[in-house]
């Protein structure tokens, strides 16, 4: 029975924080591609079903310094995955990867039909597309790294987040 009312609470906590941080979603500037790509692999080990893949091999959309950032920590361990393989075009992809990086806003709507057919995490250093569902943003304000998390969508892409994410602070 506590432990229900633990998760209770603690589900009622992070829908208000991710409300009030979809608010100002819009206020972000985005993060360094480095920066983003470490944060991705550290973000996506508490994700359950990802975190236990073996290897991930994660889709970049119209965001080739980020796919060039992300080829350079291949082999990251991602809780007892690891990014296994980045693969970067300009078009929604034909086969089912792990991770879709949303790279341009015009291309948010056909992304998000993709993630959920196919059940694949979105990611984007663009927070405005939060709102627009996208799973999980990247960014920065008041020169702090920030990340907000759409649950809806995720529960959408058969995205299941460990509650120790709301302890999560991204740092170098």
Do not use: H
Not at 46 to 61: A, G
Not at 96 to 124: C, H, M, N, P, W
Request: net charge neutral.
């Amino acid at each position: 029975m506590r432990e229900a009312f633990v998760r209770m609470i603690k589900t009622l906590v992070l829908l208000v924080l991710m409300m009030g941080m979809s608010i100002g979603a819009m206020a972000y500037n985005k993060l360094p591609p480095s920066t983003e790509a470490l944060f991705i692999t550290q973000l996506v080990a508490y994700e359950k079903v990802l975190r236990e893949e073996k290897d991930i091999v994660v889709y970049v959309m119209k965001a080739p310094e980020v796919a060039k950032a992300l080829n350079k920590i291949i082999g990251t361990d991602i809780g007892t995955s690891k990014l296994a393989k980045v693969i970067s075009g300009d078009l929604i992809p034909d086969e089912r990867y792990d991770i879709l990086y949303i790279g341009a806003e015009e291309d948010v709507q056909t992304a998000i039909y993709y993630t959920r057919k196919f059940k694949v995490l979105s990611v984007t250093g663009n927070t405005s597309l939060v709102d627009d569902g996208v799973t999980l943003g990247l960014g920065t304000s008041g020169g702090k790294p920030k990340y907000l998390l759409n649950l809806s969508a995720a529960r959408a892409e058969g995205a299941t987040w460990d509650p120790a994410v709301l302890r999560f602070e991204l740092s170098e």
